[in-house]
């Protein structure tokens, strides 16, 4: 009976000690609009999944989470910026989207205040930024996009995640 509450004690200890190194893991995060969150397309299918992914099948232990929010704009991204982006993170990618463009009483001042803000606030922390909006952009033109000529097709997050996947490193 002690062996097996031995036994239960250990598993219960490792399985802490995992999930508190899984999460401190967790060094890259994508943050963006609906691009990033993945709208349209299923949650694994997004290109911060896709590149976990690849990132897993190069044998790399770096951990990308997905705080893409559909409709996000800059305001909305330096909002929450600070809870999104924990201690130890190493990587922002960054996707600012169109979404300011889309508001009718949008000011560009404010938005490049805003993506100035970010990049600051991260640089401070010492964190490496990588933008993904060229090589959305560039799978939009490419024709990888959906019936609404704005999000991405599963195809369109792979090109990206596979653009990106060389800049974490």
């Known amino acids: 009976m002690k062996f097996l509450k031995a036994v239960c004690a250990l598993h219960i200890a490792t399985f802490f000690f995992f999930a508190l190194i899984c999460s401190a ?3 890259v995060v994508a943050i963006g609009g609906s691009n990033t969150q993945g709208r349209g397309v ?3 299918e997004s290109y911060p999944a896709q590149l976990q992914a690849m990132l897993e099948a190069k044998g790399s232990r770096m951990r990308v989470a997905n705080a893409g929010i559909s409709g996000d704009t800059t305001t909305g991204m330096l909002a929450r910026l600070s809870s999104e982006v924990p201690e130890g ?3 922002v990618i960054l996707q600012f989207g169109t979404n300011d463009f889309r508001r009718g ?3 560009p001042a404010v938005r490049q ?4 803000n970010i990049e600051q606030q991260l640089r401070a922390r010492g964190i490496r930024i990588v933008h993904a909006d060229n090589f959305v952009w560039g799978a ?6 959906q019936s609404d000529g704005t999000h ?3 195809e369109g997050h792979r090109k990206v995640a596979a653009q990106l996947l060389p800049s974490i490193r």
Do not use: E, W, Y
């Open 25 to 27: 893991s967790a060094q």
């Open 42 to 44: 299923s949650s694994s």
């Open 89 to 91: 993170t190493k990587i």
């Open 105 to 107: 009483n949008f000011d």
């Open 113 to 116: 205040a805003n993506m100035a």
């Open 140 to 145: 939009l033109r490419a024709g990888l996009k």
């Open 152 to 154: 991405l097709t599963v």
